[in-house]
Each structure stands twice: as C-alpha cells, then as structure tokens.
C-alpha cells in the first residue's frame, strides 16, 4: 500500500515506524526540519518537509495514487483540512487525528466521510477507555473487548496457584470441559519469545498469558488462577492532561468516585468547574508525602498519566507499595513494558500503541473489523469479518489449512461470542477473532 503521514510527532513517527517494518510505501510530512531528519536516518520512508495543508506539498507526495493518509499532527484543524484536501485530490482513505470527542460520538449525524474524512481517532479517547476497561477487569494486565464484550481478551501472569500449572493445553480442557476461554498466545517468563499455544504446550510459573473468553470467562478464569476481580470504587488520577481529563469525567458518569490530582492551578480550576462530580486538587502527586495526605491508601485503584513516563511509573510503585490494589501508568517509551510488568505495575497504557492498533486494521488484507497489537509480544488480534467468498466459509475449523504459527480465539454470531473448537463450523456473516505472529498474517488474510 502507499501511505501518506501528515504529522511527524510522536504518534506519526510510530506509525511510520511499525508500517516502515511491513514494507509499506510511506511518505512523511512535517514542518518541523528536525523531526523529519530522524525519520529520514532511521527509517526506510520517503520525507517531505512543508505544510501537509499545502495543495502542492501533496501532489508532491503523490496524494492521487495514495491508498490510505492519514493525518496525526498536533492540531486537530490541522488534520481535518488535510483529510478533506486528500480525498478531493483523489486519496482513496483518510483517517484524521482529532481530540474533540463529541466529533465521534456525533460522526454519523455530522456525516464526515461528506467531508471526505473516512475514519475518526482520538489517542487521548482511546487511553480514557482503556482506562475504563482495565479498571472491570482488574485483576488483568491487558484486556481489549470484541463486539462490546462478546468476546474478552485477558492478559495475565500465571501464579504457582493456578490450577492449570504444569498441565498442558489438552489437559486442562479434559479436566475443565465447560470452561468459557482459550489461550492464543504465551511468553515465557525472562524472554521475548511468543508462543502459539498448541494442545501439548505446557502451562509455567511465571507464563504471561494471553486468552480469549466468552460470557462468564472472565470470572472462571479468575478462579482458577487464584486472581480476584476486585471491585473498583474510588480511584485516583495523576495529572489533568486530556487523558487524565477525560478518563476523570468518564468514570464519574459511570459511578466511581474519583479525585483527581494537578498541579497547574489554572488547569485545576479549569477541570474543577468542568466535572462538578471530581474531587480535584490542586497538589503535586509526584511527592510520596502529598499522596499519603490525599490517603492513597484508601483508594481502589491508582492511575498515573502525566507527561513523563518515569514519574508515572514510580508513583504507580509508590501506590503499591500504599497497598493499592490496581495501577495503571501511561507510558510512551515501548521498552518500559517488559520492565514495568516485572517490577508490579498492573497496567501500562501507550497512546501510540492506541493509535496504532485503530489505524492497522485498515492496513490488514481482508474484512477487518477490528485489531490490536498484543502488549510486548510479537503478535497481532485481528477480528475478521466472514464474506460468502472467504475461503475459511462453511467450513470446519478443523479442515482449515490454518498457519501454524496463528489460532482462532473465537467467533462472534449474532452478537453472541463463542469458544470455537475443532467441530465449529464457520458461516458467512461470523466474526472470527484471530491472534497470529506477525510472520503468518498473510497466510491468515488470505482465508478472510
């Protein structure tokens, strides 16, 4: 595909990182000399320095023969006017970066793809929900819901209590017949290897595994691996960026009591007069001694998204160590995953993670419906779409020349999620979750 980037920050300059990996054809457009010269050195993309609202600047880039452009500069205006100058100019998909969330909630109605614009993103909307998900599902350090839940990914670290330690996949499902999820995916603790679990792969101490649950597999998976789902009630927020903003509006209108710690005065007030149901004050929480004053040791969870990494992380130790039960750090530098998981923090977010994994789905062959990228691990999950002209249509699982290295998770019905086994068979219209390494996603789209 040949894609065109407007915006060469931190969201545009992984994008073009992670597509620049799949030989994609990617130009990068940006203003700022400095940016574009990195991306130049380091990756194998093609640079254009100038205004991506320029009308020359993307018939340089070769805008009429564009498969897909996207646009994630800093300014929102910024993003819509180059989606609406791209499709006039004969761009065949635009996806515009935009922080103003009631642009998407009211998307249909507006009619954007008028406009030319085909796709909506806000990193900052889909950090906030990411939040909201990790908070239900807290005893999971990576969880991504299919179809409004019909089907659940849940990542977790399995414990020496686990009931299925030392068996293997087979095993367990003749010890748990009725059981409501599957394994995808396994890393070994210590490496960076990724598995694809097979029905003689054996469950470890220390495995961090990845599964597929249906209706009420959350809760059996809970059980036997000695995990509890806690009710989260009351949660503290660190810092009033636009995620810790809208995070902090969207849990209270959900219930949760929330306070929310900032230490702009302005930006306190602001956010204070905004969400009258937000306990919000105007402290520094990166100090140990103010968090004790604001008693973290009474709250549920604690969510950290400031504009340093570091500090989120360590405030998210320090909550821990306060006998906090769930924390949640944001975090932009990809190798602090591994690292963070290891020393106690439950849940990292990474909005360029975020964005990514929304914007990929239209990179991928196939009737895509949706997709993320499995945390620190070499795989993707991509939810697929069955057409009557699918080779895997009416056809058993068990019959499908399937790639080794991939596995179904499951299938969505009629909004209905469903453990698919080997007798399952697929119909026109099913919506098969699938989880493969990244070597064997061609084999898997070219069955969808």
Known sequence: ???????????????????????????????????????????????????????????????????????????????????????????????????????????????????????????????????????????????????????????????????????????????????????????????????????????????????????????????????SNTEIKSVMILGGSQIGFKAARDLSEKGFNVKLLEGDKERAFDIADKLPNVLVIKSDGRKVDVLDEENISDMDAFIAVGNNSETNIMSCLVAKSKGVKKSIALVENMDYFELSHSIGIDTLINKKLLAANSIFRYIRKGEVVAMTKLSNMNAELLEFEVKS????????????????????????????????LGSFKIQEGDKVVVCSLLRSIKGVEKLF
């Open 1 to 227: 595909m040949k894609i065109i980037i407007a915006g060469a920050g931190e969201v545009g300059f992984h994008l073009a990182k992670l597509l620049s990996y799949e030989s994609q054809e990617i130009t990068l457009i940006d203003i700022d000399k400095e940016g574009l010269t990195y991306a130049d050195t380091h990756l194998d993309i093609k640079v254009i320095r100038g205004d991506a609202t320029s009308i020359a600047i993307l018939r340089d880039a070769k805008v009429d023969t564009c498969d897909l452009l996207i646009a994630v500069t800093a300014s929102e205006t910024t993003n819509i006017t180059v989606c609406v100058l791209a499709k006039q100019l004969g761009a065949k998909r635009t996806i515009a970066r935009i922080s103003n969330t009631e642009f998407i909630a009211n998307k249909e109605e507006v009619g954007f793809t008028r406009f030319g614009i085909d796709e909506l993103i806000s990193p900052e909307a889909l950090a906030a929900s990411e939040i909201e998900l990790s908070l239900r599902q807290s005893s999971f350090s990576d969880t991504y819901e299919f179809e409004e839940g019909a089907l659940t990914m849940a990542g977790l670290t399995l414990s020496k209590e686990a009931s299925f330690v030392g068996k293997n996949v087979k095993e367990a499902a003749k010890i748990f017949p009725e059981i409501h999820f599957i394994p995808i995916a396994i890393q070994r603790q210590g490496t960076q290897y990724t598995l694809i679990p097979r029905g003689d792969t054996t469950f470890k101490e220390g495995d961090n595994v990845v599964f597929i649950t249906s209706e009420g597999g959350a809760e059996e998976l809970c059980r036997l691996t000695g995990k």
């Open 389 to 420: 002209t699918s080779a895997i249509c009416n056809k058993l699982i068990k019959n499908v020349d399937f790639p080794r290295s991939a596995i179904i998770g499951g299938v969505i019905r009629e909004n209905i999620g469903y453990i698919a």
